[in-house]
Nanobody, 122 residues
């Protein structure tokens, strides 16, 4: 069983940057596809991006060109680098692990972290 813990969230002004981390424990993340999702107040979970175990990536159109996902297998950690942040990027950000594929849908992921809050002020 893999456990995931997000960190790095906070309050940032529009146009700023943040890097979120997702640290794994219990099992190595190197064989998992990893996804990032976010949930804004009053809205459903939204796909942000994902990375395969081979480091192929896929991003939502809303973040393409601004967000970058990477992984450091030596640290058992996956990152979400966010730049040019907008108020609409505000929400709780979750990382998730899939044993099969880097899905864009929540149901594809078996393991989830507790989330970290990102707030972008205008």
């Amino acid at each position: 069983q893999v456990q995931l813990e997000e960190s790095g969230g906070g309050l940032v002004q529009a146009g700023g940057s943040l890097r979120l981390s997702c640290a794994g424990s219990g099992r190595t993340l190197s064989t998992y596809a990893m996804g990032w999702f976010r949930r804004a107040p009053g809205k459903e979970h939204e796909f942000v991006g994902a990375i395969s175990w081979r480091e192929n990536t896929n991003y939502a159109d809303s973040v393409k060109g601004r967000f970058t996902i990477s992984r450091d297998n030596a640290k058992n950690t996956v990152y979400l680098q966010m730049s040019s942040l907008k108020p609409e990027d505000t929400g709780v950000y979750y990382c998730a692990a899939s044993s099969s594929y880097y899905y864009t849908k929540r149901y594809g992921y078996e393991h989830w972290g507790q989330g970290t809050q990102v707030t972008v002020s205008s």
